[in-house]
């Protein structure tokens, strides 16, 4: 066996114990939360190790990579899921909804408009998050939750696209305060859409990554993405 492999398979073991810890603090179980890979820019032999212990939901940020990388997945990895979770361009919408299992990084009205137009052509629904913007760094996602309204209007009703919950990208700091805000900004809207639109599910919570998911996971995270810590050699 090579290093590689020793190091992927022993990164995930020690995310996972801390996962454990984490959802011991908050009183969840671990079940509540998936533990996804984000594997851009990561050769699909390391890919390949991560599925193997035990991985099955993978993240990646840009269609062409994505599509190039995957082709065929449902028959290399059974039971993988894939979804996009960079910012998708309006000419790259009918490519992504042809390919992914869901789209995290829904975060204008003019995307949703795009998707809808092309919807038709999914198989079984695509699950969509809508991306709230919390973190001053970053610049994609819906401002506010009156303009999740907005998007939750647009998409309402639609066969083809299932809102699914919500994603945020919590600021680049080392002030756990200032993450810890973000994430409950984003637990925060969540309830208020659930008021608002009792009939849509908001349930996955797509928060935190390799450096702040332990609070994530205390603030209602379902759904962590993690690339460095799994994939970087420690
Ligand atoms: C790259 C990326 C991640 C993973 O970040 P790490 O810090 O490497 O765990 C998570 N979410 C998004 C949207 C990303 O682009």
Do not use: W
């Not at 022993?10 to 179980?29: F, H, P, S, V, Y």
């Not at 709230?132 to 696209?161: M, P, Q, Y």
């Amino acid at each position: 066996m090579h290093k590689q492999s020793l190091t992927i398979a022993g990164n995930i073991e020690r995310i996972e114990e801390r996962l454990i810890r984490a959802c011991d603090r908050a009183g969840r179980k671990r079940v509540e939360v998936t533990l996804m890979g984000v594997s851009k820019f990561v050769p699909i032999t390391n890919i390949k190790e991560a599925f193997n212990a035990g991985i099955r939901c993978f993240g990646e940020s840009r269609v062409k990579e994505a599509t190039e990388k995957f082709a065929d997945y449902n028959d290399i990895f059974p039971g993988m899921k894939l979804h996009l979770i960079g910012a998708l361009q309006r000419n790259k919408a009918k490519n992504a909804l042809a390919f992914f299992d869901c789209i995290q990084s829904v975060d204008r009205l003019e995307l949703i408009e795009e998707l809808l137009k092309n919807s038709s052509m999914r198989k079984i629904p695509l699950e969509v998050l809508l991306e709230l913007h919390t973190g001053e760094e970053t610049k994609t996602g819906f401002a506010d939750t009156d303009s999740l309204c907005r998007a939750v209007d647009l998409l309402a009703g639609s066969e083809n696209l299932k809102i699914a919950g919500l994603m945020t990208m919590a600021p680049f700091t080392a002030d756990a305060q200032l993450i810890r805000s973000s994430f409950r900004q984003v637990a925060g809207a969540q309830k208020e859409l659930e008021k608002c639109f009792p009939k849509e599910n908001f349930s996955c919570l797509s928060m935190g990554m390799s450096n702040d998911f332990e609070i994530a996971v205390e603030e209602g995270s379902t759904l962590i993405r993690i690339g460095s810590a799994i994939f970087n050699e420690s």
